[in-house]
């Protein structure tokens, strides 16, 4: 025993060991072990919002006109559909 050490700290560690840390390098009570927080981030919205709310030129027919690339998507969508849905059918009268 050292003059450094004080007879109180000894009682104390005693049970120092295997996930019992010494009593001075605890976290102590009421203080955060992150007091500054979680950094707040940019609020950035999804990527796919972006890019199907962009305008996009399409053909119809003959005739051109401008829609959401959502709303391209989902004409898109339906034409394949239809076409696979009206191919997969026997022709009637055949």
Do not use: C, H, W
Not at 14 to 23: I, K
Not at 73 to 84: C, D, I, V
């Amino acid at each position: 025993m050292t003059l450094d050490d004080d007879p109180a700290d000894d009682a104390e560690d005693r049970g120092v060991g295997y996930r019992r840390p010494p009593r001075k390098t605890r976290f102590t009570k009421g203080l955060s072990g992150n007091p500054a927080g979680r950094p707040r981030g940019r609020r950035r919205e999804a990527p796919y919002e972006a890019v199907l709310g962009q305008m996009v030129t399409i053909r119809e027919g003959g005739t051109t006109r401008r829609v959401t690339a959502a709303e391209a998507f989902l004409l898109r969508l339906t034409k394949s559909n239809l076409a696979s849905v009206i191919g997969s059918y026997p022709i009637q009268g055949a």
